[in-house]
T-cell receptor, first 112, second 113 residues
Framework: GENVEQHPSTLSVQEGDSAVIKCTYSDSASNYFPWYKQELGKRPQLIIDIRSNVGEKKDQRIAVTLNKTAKHFSLHITETQPEDSAVYFCAASNNNFNKFYFGSGTKLNVKP | NAGVTQTPKFQVLKTGQSMTLQCAQDMNHNSMYWYRQDPGMGLRLIYYSASEGTTDKGEVPNGYNVSRLNKREFSLRLESAAPSQTSVYFC????????????FGEGSRLTVL
């Protein structure tokens, strides 16, 4: 099955700095890569996703890049704000198998 | 529009007791999932249901059973709870099989003593 690894497990940045979270996957058949944000005590919510036919996608201060050859994808948050503090999860799926595999999460702390 | 609703939100069990976590979605989604979340281990798939009438094992199915009662409801049962099942459980649904946004419930925190 798929194995998704996520780094780092914790990340602390100063407000206004950029944050980068990286994930690797093992199954070359995976074709959909979402990112979820989970605030303390809340449910995970989708913030951005990318499909395997696209190399980069941007939505305001967040962007995701995908390198299919190397089997890795990254989340980039620019101009971080305290409200960006949360746990971020990457995931990979193959719509032939109806399974989403999640990384172990990155706890981002944005210091004011 | 409630989205995904799961109950109970909190439960304490003794080892060997049984319980059922209930989940319902009102978005007419075909696919439903049960995940458990443990510190440092992300979200691990327990069982999923691609459509009404079908269920399949995920990464960590041992000790659990599921029922897809109808298109809206997908329940998770612990027949004989063990301390290793202490976790936060999330139900989720998606419109398309293995694709598109996962909508999560609020989570159920289960403690097994």
């Amino acid at each position: 099955g798929e194995n998704v690894e996520q780094h780092p497990s914790t990340l602390s940045v100063q407000e206004g700095d950029s944050a980068v979270i990286k994930c690797t996957y093992s199954d070359s058949a995976s074709n959909y890569f979402p990112w979820y944000k989970q605030e303390l005590g809340k449910r995970p919510q989708l913030i951005i996703d990318i499909r395997s036919n696209v190399g980069e996608k941007k939505d305001q201060r967040i962007a995701v890049t995908l390198n299919k050859t190397a089997k890795h994808f990254s989340l980039h948050i620019t101009e971080t704000q305290p409200e960006d503090s949360a746990v971020y999860f990457c995931a990979a799926s193959n719509n032939n198998f109806n399974k989403f595999y999640f990384g172990s999460g990155t706890k981002l702390n944005v210091k004011p | 529009n409630a989205g995904v609703t799961q109950t109970p939100k909190f439960q304490v069990l003794k080892t060997g007791q049984s319980m059922t976590l209930q989940c319902a979605q009102d978005m007419n989604h075909n696919s439903m999932y049960w995940y458990r979340q443990d510190p440092g281990m992300g979200l691990r798939l327990i069982y999923y249901s691609a459509s009404e009438g079908t269920t399949d094992k995920g990464e960590v199915p041992n000790g659990y059973n599921v029922s897809r009662l109808n298109k809206r409801e997908f329940s998770l049962r612990l027949e004989s709870a063990a301390p290793s099942q202490t976790s936060v459980y999330f139900c989720a649904s998606s419109e398309r099989q293995g694709d598109g946004e996962l909508f999560f419930g609020e989570g159920s925190r289960l403690t097994v003593l």
